[in-house]
């Protein structure tokens, strides 16, 4: 199983970016697809989450109303669309598969992506 995130980059803060994350290997039809963050300096921290079958969804509070995770079922892909970015959103964010319960938390997921680079300037 990989997963391949990519699509962060530099932006202003105010702006938008569109993270996606492709899996490849098998499908994740009865589990949570997340992505998490890691600040520089910090731990890392839950942002979204999504479940394969039926699309429920959660998100951290710090990014409620400004990002949006969805998933292609087809593509084997999720993304991650971050609107009203902030300079506290600069961080490498993570896709995570695999896991099948407690989508907020990191260790029960079984697969993570390389991460990709956000990073907000102010």
């Known amino acids: 199983v990989q997963l391949q995130a990519f699509g962060g980059g530099l932006v202003q803060a105010g702006g938008s970016l569109r993270l996606s994350c492709a899996a490849s290997g098998r499908t994740f039809s009865t589990s949570y697809m997340g992505w998490f963050r890691q600040p520089p300096g910090k731990e890392r921290e839950f942002v979204a989450a999504?479940?394969?079958?039926?699309?429920?969804?959660y998100y951290a509070d710090s990014v409620k109303g400004r990002f949006t995770i969805s998933r292609d079922n087809a593509k084997n892909t999720v993304y991650l669309q971050m609107n009203s970015l902030k300079p506290e959103d600069t961080a490498v964010y993570y896709c995570?598969?695999?896991?099948?319960?407690?989508?907020?938390?990191?260790?029960?997921?079984?697969?993570w992506g390389q991460g990709t680079q956000v990073t907000v300037s102010s």
């Open positions: 999504i479940r394969w079958s039926g699309g429920s969804t």
């Open positions: 995570a598969g695999g896991g099948l319960e407690y989508p907020t938390n990191r260790d029960v997921y079984h697969y």
